[in-house]
């Protein structure tokens, strides 16, 4: 699993996670439903650790990538791949037939986040779990006010969605309370919520590639504490249906 290659800024706080939840249930294996997983950054490496990955994505070339990832990591067995939307879940996966869901960098691109997550809940077993990424506002609009977009910043600070207007690729951008309730509203109990790349998207190449052990430190020390946290370019919130 993540924990025998070299962690990422990246993804590290989200591995952490991950890997108490899998140690919490320690002897288990998992049935896991990663929606939008592409390439399988986290699915092959799940099914490494010896858990079943449905990885449901709408481009056939990122899950041709991730059959021969898979394939070449020996788990082709453990990884089945699913051409499909976010929007069409419901119609893709069982109810209550999953332990595990990742919903990574998903519903601030979709038509509408709610269903979504209606899905993604309906999916999971009582007391599974489900890790969900999103973009954050607060650094989109402080991005770009560095660059001297003052006038994207304003208009994403704004705007209820906060998107910067008709040439922004994401539909939306959350806080910490907006991403929170969007779970609750859909049954699940948020248990955690990290900041995800606080300094990594900040700092010069220089800096990040010449000190990347202080920097991997530095991120996993700040991605729980405000307001660090909510100054990070996306939020990782893991939630659970209730047993």
């Known amino acids: 699993m993540e924990q025998t290659r070299t962690l990422s800024p ?10 108490a939840e899998l140690d919490r249930r320690a002897g288990e294996r ?21 858990h079943r990955v449905t990885v449901v994505d709408a481009s056939p070339d990122a899950l041709a990538a991730l059959t021969r990832r898979a394939a070449e990591a020996g788990v082709a067995d453990r990884v089945r791949a699913t051409q499909g939307d976010a929007d069409a879940l419901t119609g893709l996966v069982e109810p209550a037939s999953v ?13 509408e986040p709610e269903p979504v997550i209606a899905a993604l809940a309906g999916a999971l077993r009582p007391g599974g779990a489900a ?29 209820p969605h906060g998107t910067a207007g008709g ?65 990070a370019a996306q939020l990782h919130l893991f939630a659970r249906r209730p047993a």
């Open 131 to 159: 890790s969900v990424l999103v973009a954050a506002r607060a650094a989109a609009v402080l991005g770009r006010a560095i660059n001297g977009q003052l006038a994207a910043a304003a208009a994403l600070a704004a705007d």
């Open 30 to 50: 998992l049935s896991v439903l990663d929606v939008g997983g592409g390439t399988g950054g986290f699915a092959v490496p799940l099914a490494e650790a010896g």
């Open 167 to 231: 040439r922004d690729t994401l539909h939306r951008r959350y806080d910490a309370d907006g991403a929170g309730a969007l779970l609750t509203a859909a049954g699940l109990a948020v248990e955690e919520i990290h900041g995800v790349r606080v300094l990594a998207d900040l700092l010069p190449a220089a800096v990040a590639d010449g000190q990347p052990a202080a920097l991997l430190d530095l991120e996993c020390a700040l991605a729980a504490k405000l307001p660090y946290r909510d100054l």
């Open 99 to 111: 332990d595990l869901v990742l919903c990574h960098s998903v519903l601030e691109v979709v038509d």
């Open 10 to 19: 990246r993804t590290a706080v989200i591995w952490a996670v991950l890997r």
